[in-house]
Structures are given as C-alpha cells and as structure tokens.
C-alpha cells in the first residue's frame, strides 16, 4: 500500500541546517510528485515544495533562497534541505504526494522540527 | 501566489447539525480545490477533490461545491468523530491553503 514516512533530527539550533528524509513505498516516485508541506504549532499548512516526477523542482517562493528539494529514486527517497533555520521554522514537516499537480491523496506521518538553542 | 480566505476560524455547533465552511480565492481557481480534514495529532486526510469529488472511504454525509472564485464544504448531520480542523487547498497554481476553520462539538 502507498505510505510516506518523514524522518530526520527533532532538534536543530539557530541558523543550522535542516536535513529531512521522506522514504515512500507502494509507489514510484517517476510516476508521482512528492511535496513538504510544513505547519506551524497550532496553525496553518503552508507548501514548501515539490519535486516532479521528472526530476523537476519547485519552489515556495517565500523559502526559495533557503531550500534545496532532491530525491535519490534507487532508495525511493526524497530529500528536504534548508539553511538559516530560525525560531519561526519550528513545526511540523510532511512530505506528501500528488499525480498530476493537483490535490494530496496520501501524507507521511509528519515529523515535528524544533528550532532552539 | 494565489491566497485562500477560509471562513469561519471556529465553529461550534450540536450533532446532527448541519455546518457550511468557506473558501474564497483571491483569483478563479476553475475548481481546482480540495478539501482535507485534520483531527488532533494527526496529518491531513483528504475528503474533497475537484471542489465536489469526494475522496474514497470518506462519508457521503460531506460535500463540497463552488466554482470560479467561492467554494463550501458542507457536512450533513454533524457526528463526534467530525471534530477536527478543516482546511481548503487550490492547486491551479502553486499549491495555497486557507487558514483552517476548527470545528467543535457544542
């Protein structure tokens, strides 16, 4: 069956580096788009990014500058990078998917970030 | 970006009731807006596609309509298990999501 599963450090200081892990199965990622979404502690989702099925990436363009979308199709992973982490990055971080671009038929379980010293 | 205006922020209402959710887009969005349900602790979960499709396994008790710029999420006869958060997403462009309306048992 199609499962997501986000994983990667619950901690990371000010003004690090950011490195998460979505490992998907049941699907290719060649055939689907693989997005983050993030959500704040108690508020709203807000898209990060994506990477097509093709290899293509985009962008939020609010977080362009800091984030870095990849995937290694072999291991059926796709990678979230962002620098300059602040205070304000603190939430939780899901990776999801979609065919065509369009809505998110399936989410990871998310995985919470902190940010703190 | 495209912005999405989701209304009310919170809802209370009784079971069996009916309640109505709003979305407006800041442009036409040709129905290309999805509806998700998020209960406590939990990632979002699907219920509406294509502003009116609904999504499988979810009851028919939910609804979903609109066109151009103004779309709703209606759910029939209110029960416990539908206290959850409720978020609208376009996807015409870049994905956007409304802010979230948060729905209450009264």
């Known amino acids: 069956q199609v499962q997501l599963k986000e994983s990667g450090p619950g901690l990371v200081q000010p003004s690090q580096t950011l490195s998460l892990t979505c490992t998907v199965s049941?699907?290719?990622?060649?055939?689907?788009?693989v997005h983050w979404v993030r959500q704040p502690p108690g508020k709203g989702l807000e898209w990060m990014g994506r990477m097509r099925y093709n290899g293509d990436t985009s962008y939020n363009s609010a977080l362009k500058s800091r984030l870095s979308i990849s995937r290694d199709t072999s291991k059926n992973q796709v990678f979230l990078k962002m620098n300059s982490l602040q205070t304000d990055d603190t939430g939780t971080y899901y990776c999801?998917?979609?065919?065509?671009?369009?809505?998110?038929?399936?989410w990871g379980q998310g995985v919470m970030v902190t940010v703190s010293s | 970006d495209i912005q999405m205006t989701q209304s009310p922020a919170s809802l209370s209402a009784s079971l069996g009731e009916t309640v109505t959710i709003e979305c407006r887009a800041s442009e036409d969005i040709y129905s290309n807006l999805a509806w998700y349900q998020q209960k406590p602790g939990n990632s979002p979960q699907l219920l509406i596609y294509d502003a009116n499709s609904l999504a499988d396994g979810v009851p028919s008790r939910f609804s979903g309509s609109g066109s151009g710029t103004q779309y709703s999420l209606k759910i029939n006869s209110l029960q416990s298990e539908d206290v959850a958060s409720y978020f609208c997403?376009?996807?015409?462009?870049?994905?956007?999501f409304g802010s979230g309306t948060k729905l209450e048992i009264k």
């Open positions: 997403q376009q996807y015409n462009n870049y994905p956007t």
């Open positions: 999801t998917r979609d065919w065509a671009p369009g809505y998110f038929d399936y």
């Open positions: 049941g699907f290719s990622l060649t055939s689907y788009n």
